[in-house]
C-alpha cells in the first residue's frame, strides 16, 4: 500500500491480529544515569511535531483538541521483510504476544493485562503487520489516567514482553497461542481468489520476502522456535526501531516530558540493524501460475513489479492504478465488467520500501470466459502505448483522491494510524509531499509510468517466449526520500475545532429538533469542527408488509442502483461531482428504506444536498448499469455457495425467523437467493423506485460545521414535497422462538469452519433487565479480546483466532436475540463448541465476579462516549432516534442504570434469559474430511 493511500489503513485494509495472556520475565535494565535527556526537536510539518529522545526512539506529536479523544500509534520498523529461513510469520506472531502480559503489566501482582487496560479505556484498538513494519495503535478518550497507562503500557511491553513458550505452544497442555495464528493463516486458506492472489505474487518474485504472505508458512507457524523468537524481538523491538504518535487532546510539553521519562529510561541497544540486502533480480519474461481448488467464481490476475512507494514514480503509479480499475469510468471495468466479461475488478498496490508490486485481477462468473477476460485485461494493461492516459482521467482521479486526503487530515487519529505506510515507505512527512506531488502529476508521467511497468516481460502471467531483442524492465532500487524532503514544509495547519463535551446532556442540549409539513423529523447539531467538517444521513422509510410482499430483491437492486446516474447525469458524471465538492458518500437499503450520508466540509454541503436529492429522487435506474450490478450481484452469491461463513449466517438467521416466505424479511436459503438475484427485471426496479420513494417518511440529522437555519430551509425544499405512492406502515420486528436446535452444513475442501451459539430474546432494550443484559454479554463475549469465550477459547484453548458475542435487542418490539461466534479448524469445531457450553453453563451457575464487573462497567462506558465523538455516527444515531421516538436522554437513562448494576442484578438477568439447553448452534465447515481422516487413523492405529 501506498503513502498516499494509507488513509485507507484506518478503515481496516490490513488484517487485525492481537491477543491476550503471558508469563513474567524480569524487567529490562533502565539508564543508570540521572533524568534522561531532554528530546529534541527534528521537523514540524503541518501541525505534526517530531522529536528525538537520546536512545534513538522518534516521536510524533499532533495536539487536536477538536475530538476529547486521543490516539496513540506505536510503529517498529520491522515486518515479514526481516524474516529469515525457518521465520516466515515470526513478526506477526510478536505481534500477538505483545498482547501477553509483561513485566510490570498482569505479571506484577494486581496489575491490569494489556488487554484488560484497551478494554477498561473503552479503547478501539488493534495491531498490524505487514512488510516493513508492526504497529499498535489505540483510541480512547482523552483524559490524564488514560494516556498514563497506555504510555506506560508501550513503554513496558517494547522491551519487557515475556516471548514465553508456554503462551506460544505448551506440549504438556497442547494450547497456546500458535494454534490461534493457524487458525487464521486457515481462515486465508478458505479463500480461494486470496489463496491465487498470493500464489501469483509467490511466482513473481525469486528471492525477496515481498513474495511471501506476512502471516507465514503453515509450517513455521507450527514450528517456530522460541528461542529464535525472543531474539527477533530483542532485536527489534528497542526504542532507536520505533516512533510514537501521540495525537489528539493533550498539553504537547507535558506529554512530551511524560514519553520522555517514560521511554527514555530504557538504554539504546549496542546492537546493529544490518540492512536488508536482499535484491530482486530484473524479471526476464512472463511468469504464469494455476491454482485448482474448490470455489464458487473464476479469477484472473495479471502482477507487476514496480518502484518503492518513496520513489517519484509511486504517485503516477498510485493515479495509473485508479485510471485502470475504478468503477465505472476506469479502462478495465469497461473492458470487463461492462462487456459481461467479469462481474467486477481488483486491484491490489503492494509496495513499500524496497521495490513493490501491483496485482490488477477480474472475478470471472463460474461459467465465463476465462481466456476471453485474460486477453482483455492484458490488452487494456499493455497496450497503453496505443490509448495514451488522458489528461481527463488523471484529473478525476486527482479529484477522488484528494476527497479521500482531505476527509483523513480532517480526522485525527484516522490521519496518526494512516501515517504508519508513509513511515514503513521511508518517512512520515511522504503522506504530505505525496499529497502535493498527485497536485502536480500529469497524464504524460501517468503514461510514462504504464509503458515503463506494464509490459508482458515484467508480467506474473504468460508463457516464457525466447526473443532476441528482450525488452526488461529495471525497476529503481532503494528510494532516498532525504533528498525529496529538503527544506520541505508542507502546507498550513488544517483548522481545529471547538473543544466539544460528548456527553448524552450536552448532546441533547445542542441539538434542534423540527418536523415539516409533510413528515420529515430533523435533528441539527452544529459544531466548529476540525477542518470544518459536517456529516449529515437521511434515513427514508417504505412500503408496509403487505405492499413489499415479495419484493425483497427488487428493493435491493433499486437502492444499490441509485448512485449510478441520474436522468440529467451519468454515473461517473455523479461520481465526479462528488469528488469535487469533496463529499464522501453512501446510500444503502434495500425494500424497507434507504439511508445516505454525506461527509465534507461546509462550504460545499449546499451543493451536496442537492446533488443528493437528485439522485435519490431521479435515478437514472439504467438497463445497462443494472445488468452490470446484476452480474456482480449473481457472482457474489455464486462464489458465497461454497462457504462456511456465508452458510453458517444464513443458517442461523433463518432459525430465528419468524415470517412466512413471502414477507419482505423472509431469509432465504442461499440458492433461493441467487434465483431471486436472477430473476429481477429492471422494469421491476424502475416501478419499484416509483412506486414507494418519498420523503413523507423521513428522519434527517445533521452532525458538525453548518448553518442550521439554511440546512433546514434546504431540507424542506428538496423532501418537503416529495411523497411515495404506497404509504408507510412501520414492520414489527419479530423472532421464532427456537430453542436446542443442531445445524451442520458441510463446506468441501475448506480449511476453516464456523460456528453459532444463538438463543431469541423477547424483549425491547427499554425492558429492566436489559442494562443487565448489555454488561453480562460484554463479559461473556463481547469485550474485544478479552471476555469469558475469549480467554477460554482464544487464550487458553487456542483453538480459535475470532472467537466473541454480540446482544441485538430491537428499540420497539420484544424480538432479539443473544448470539455467540467461532472460527476454528473444522477438527476443532467440537472442541469450540464443547467449551463455549462449559463457559456458558459456568458462568449460569457461578456468576461473574465483581472485578469482571468494575471493569465490564469502565470499558463499556467509555467506549460508549468514543463512539459518540465519531460525528457520522452520531448523526445516525440522532436519526434513528427520531424513528424511535427518542432523544440522548436514553442514552444517559441507559448509563446510569448500567453504572448502578449489582453483581447480583447482572447474574440473574443473564440467568433468566440465557439457558443452558436453549442455545441452538450453527456449524459450518469439511466435517466429512474431518471424520474420514479420524477413521482413517482410527484403522492405522489398529
Not at 555 to 583: C, H, I, P
Request: overall charge neutral; glycine content about 8%.
Amino acid at each position: 500500500m501506498k503513502p498516499i493511500t494509507a488513509l485507507l489503513l484506518a478503515a481496516g485494509i490490513l488484517s487485525p491480529s492481537f491477543v491476550l495472556a503471558a508469563t513474567p520475565v524480569p524487567a529490562a535494565k533502565t539508564q543508570k544515569t540521572g533524568a534522561p535527556a531532554a528530546a529534541v526537536k527534528v521537523t514540524s510539518v503541518e501541525g505534526i511535531t517530531e522529536y528525538k529522545l537520546a536512545n534513538g526512539l522518534r516521536v510524533l506529536l499532533f495536539p487536536d483538541a477538536s475530538k476529547p479523544t486521543l490516539t496513540t500509534n506505536i510503529v517498529y520498523m520491522v515486518g515479514s521483510r526481516h524474516e529469515n529461513y525457518g521465520e516466515t510469520g515470526m513478526a506477526h506472531l510478536l505481534e500477538h504476544l505483545l498482547f501477553k502480559p509483561s513485566a510490570n503489566f498482569g505479571v506484577r501482582k494486581g496489575s491490569k493485562t494489556p488487554v484488560e487496560i484497551l478494554n477498561s479505556t473503552g479503547a478501539q484498538f488493534n495491531g498490524t503487520t505487514w512488510y516493513d513494519r508492526t504497529n499498535y495503535y489505540a483510541t480512547f478518550p482523552a483524559n490524564d489516567d488514560n494516556l498514563r497507562q497506555m504510555l506506560a503500557l508501550e513503554a513496558d511491553r517494547m522491551v519487557n514482553a515475556a516471548i514465553d513458550q508456554n503462551d506460544l505452544w505448551n506440549p504438556k497442555t497442547s494450547k497456546g497461542e500458535m494454534t490461534v495464528v493457524r487458525n487464521e493463516f486457515e481462515m486465508g486458506e478458505s479463500d480461494p481468489i486470496s489463496v491465487t492472489s498470493e500464489r501469483i505474487q509467490a511466482v513473481a518474485y525469486d528471492w525477496h520476502n515481498y513474495g511471501k504472505s506476512t502471516i507465514g508458512a503453515r509450517s513455521d507457524i507450527e514450528q517456530v522456535n522460541i528461542p529464535r523468537l525472543r531474539a527477533f524481538y530483542h532485536k527489534y523491538y528497542q526504542p532507536d526501531n520505533a516512533v510514537l504518535m501521540v495525537a489528539g487532546r493533550f498539553d504537547e510539553a507535558k506529554v512530551l516530558k511524560q514519553i520522555n521519562d517514560l521511554f527514555g529510561k530504557i538504554p539504546k541497544p549496542t546492537r546493529v540493524i544490518e540492512p536488508t540486502y536482499t535484491a530482486e533480480p530484473v524479471q526476464d519474461g512472463e511468469r504464469a501460475v494455476t491454482v485448482r481448488r474448490s470455489g464458487g467464481t473464476q479469477f484472473v490476475g495479471a502482477g507487476y513489479h514496480v518502484a518503492p512507494s518513496g520513489h517519484p514514480d509511486a504517485v503516477a503509479l498510485e493515479v495509473l492504478g485508479h485510471v485502470l480499475t475504478d468503477a465505472p469510468a476506469g479502462r478495465l471495468h469497461k473492458a470487463l465488467v461492462e462487456t459481461k466479461l467479469a462481474s467486477k475488478i481488483e486491484y491490489n498496490s503492494v509496495s513499500n520500501l524496497e521495490p513493490g508490486y501491483n496485482l490488477f485481477g477480474a472475478l470471472v462468473p463460474l461459467d465465463g470466459k476465462l481466456d476471453a477476460a485474460q486477453d482483455a485485461m492484458l490488452k487494456v494493461l499493455e497496450d497503453l502505448k496505443s490509448q495514451p492516459v488522458t489528461e481527463a482521467e488523471v484529473a478525476r482521479v486527482k479529484q477522488q483522491l484528494n476527497k479521500q486526503i482531505e476527509l483523513a487530515t480532517s480526522n485525527t487519529a484516522r490521519l496518526t494510524i494512516a501515517l504508519t505506510e508513509s513511515l514503513a515507505a521511508g518517512d512520515w512527512r511522504l503522506f504530505f509531499l505525496q499529497r502535493d506531488q498527485l497536485d502536480k502529476v500529469t497524464a504524460a508521467q501517468v503514461q510514462a509510468a504504464a509503458e515503463k511497468y506494464l509490459k508482458s516481460s515484467n508480467r506474473t502471467l504468460g508463457r516464457f517466449i525466447p526473443t532476441d531483442a528482450p525488452d526488461r524492465t529495471t525497476v529503481p532500487a532503494y528510494a532516498d526520500v532525504a533528498p525529496q524532503l529538503a527544506g520541505y514544509t508542507g502546507r498550513a495547519v488544517v483548522a481545529q475545532g471547538e473543544a466539544f463535551d460528548p456527553s448524552p446532556d450536552n448532546i441533547e442540549a445542542r441539538t434542534q429538533r423540527f418536523t415539516l409539513p409533510n413528515g420529515l423529523k430533523g435533528a441539527l447539531l452544529p459544531k466548529k469542527t476540525k477542518g470544518n467538517t459536517v456529516s449529515v444521513v437521511l434515513k427514508l422509510h417504505f412500503g408496509s408488509a403487505d405492499s413489499l410482499a415479495g419484493k425483497a430483491g427488487v428493493g435491493s437492486y433499486t437502492a444499490n442502483l441509485l448512485s449510478r446516474g441520474t436522468d440529467k447525469l451519468s454515473r461517473q458524471e455523479v461520481k465526479d461531482k462528488f469528488d469535487q465538492l469533496g463529499m464522501q458518500v453512501s446510500i444503502s437499503g434495500g425494500a424497507e428504506g434507504v439511508t445516505a450520508a454525506l461527509s465534507g466540509k461546509r462550504d460545499n454541503l449546499p451543493a451536496a444536498m442537492d446533488l443528493l436529492a437528485q439522485v435519490l429522487q431521479k435515478p437514472a435506474l439504467s438497463e445497462m448499469e443494472f445488468l452490470e450490478l446484476q452480474r456482480e450481484r449473481v457472482g457474489r452469491a455464486e462464489q458465497e455457495l461454497p462457504e462456511p461463513m456465508p452458510l453458517a449466517s444464513n443458517a442461523f438467521i433463518r432459525l430465528l425467523d419468524a415470517t412466512p416466505p413471502e414477507h419482505v424479511r423472509h431469509v432465504k436459503t442461499l440458492p433461493e437467493q441467487l434465483a431471486v438475484w436472477k430473476s429481477v427485471n429492471v422494469a421491476d426496479v424502475k416501478a419499484f423506485h416509483a412506486g414507494y420513494y418519498g420523503a413523507a417518511s423521513a428522519d434527517f440529522a445533521a452532525v458538525g460545521d453548518f448553518d442550521p437555519a439554511a440546512l433546514k430551509a434546504q431540507v424542506a425544499s428538496l423532501y418537503g414535497n416529495w411523497k411515495s405512492a404506497q404509504p408507510y406502515l412501520r414492520i414489527a420486528d419479530t423472532v421464532t422462538s427456537v430453542s436446542g436446535k443442531k445445524v451442520s452444513l458441510e463446506t468441501p475442501d475448506k480449511a476453516n469452519s464456523v460456528l453459532f451459539a444463538i438463543v431469541p430474546l423477547t424483549l425491547k432494550d427499554d425492558a429492566p433487565q436489559y442494562p443487565a443484559l448489555v454488561l453480562a454479554n460484554h463479559m461473556l463475549g463481547g469485550g474485544a479480546l478479552r471476555s469469558r469465550l475469549a480467554d477460554r477459547i482464544r487464550q487458553k484453548e487456542g483453538l480459535s483466532y475470532g472467537v466473541g458475542s454480540q446482544l441485538n435487542v430491537p428499540a420497539r418490539d420484544p424480538a432479539g436475540f443473544w448470539m455467540a461466534y467461532a472460527i476454528s479448524a473444522p477438527q476443532n469445531t467440537g472442541k469450540v463448541e464443547a467449551a463455549l457450553r462449559e463457559e456458558i453453563a459456568k458462568v449460569l451457575a457461578e456468576g461473574f465476579t465483581e472485578a469482571e464487573l468494575v471493569e465490564a462497567k469502565k470499558g463499556w462506558l467509555q467506549s460508549e462516549e468514543v463512539q459518540r465523538t465519531q460525528d457520522t455516527s452520531l448523526a445516525r444515531t440522532l436519526a434513528t432516534y427520531l424513528d424511535d421516538g427518542r432523544t440522548m436522554a436514553y442514552d444517559k437513562d441507559l448509563e446510569a442504570k448500567v453504572s448502578a448494576l449489582t453483581l447480583a442484578q447482572v447474574n440473574q438477568g443473564l440467568r433468566e434469559y440465557l439457558k443452558s439447553d436453549a442455545v441452538s448452534v450453527v456449524t459450518a465447515g469439511d466435517f466429512a474430511k474431518v471424520a474420514k481422516e479420524s477413521g482413517a487413523a482410527a484403522t492405522t492405529s489398529k
